[in-house]
């Protein structure tokens, strides 16, 4: 049974980090990602990382984000920084595969609230 368990979200004031954590069970991923969703709107692919280390990141995240994977572990984390009020959303781990350039995400996570305000 594959598993994807997320920890880490929060709140936190503008200008903060979090560490968001992802623990895989039951598989290990060619590829894992985060996904998140704000209150009505659609899920935006945030950062994916392949199980060599290749990394890719949204626009919106590019610099203040980091995808990093404990392959050990089976883990893979978030690291957000200079966190604004538009990265409040819930924040979704996949574990999935890259085919022709594109990350395809297989299994989800729960999910785990992020919200940024003062």
């Known amino acids: 049974q594959v598993q994807l368990v997320e920890s880490g979200g929060g709140l936190v004031q503008p200008g903060g980090s979090l560490r968001l954590s992802c623990a895989a069970s039951?598989?290990?991923?060619?590829?894992m990602g985060w996904y998140r969703q704000a209150p009505g709107k659609q899920r935006d692919l945030v950062a994916t990382i392949t199980n060599s280390g290749d990394t890719n990141y949204a626009d919106s995240v590019k610099g203040r984000f980091t995808i990093a994977r404990d392959n050990a572990k089976n883990t893979v984390y978030l690291q957000m920084n200079s966190l604004k009020p538009e990265d409040t959303a819930v924040y979704y781990c996949t574990g999935g595969r890259v085919w022709l350039l594109s990350y395809l995400p297989g299994y989800w996570g729960q999910g785990t609230q992020v919200t940024v305000s003062s």
């Open positions: 039951g598989s290990i991923f060619n590829a």
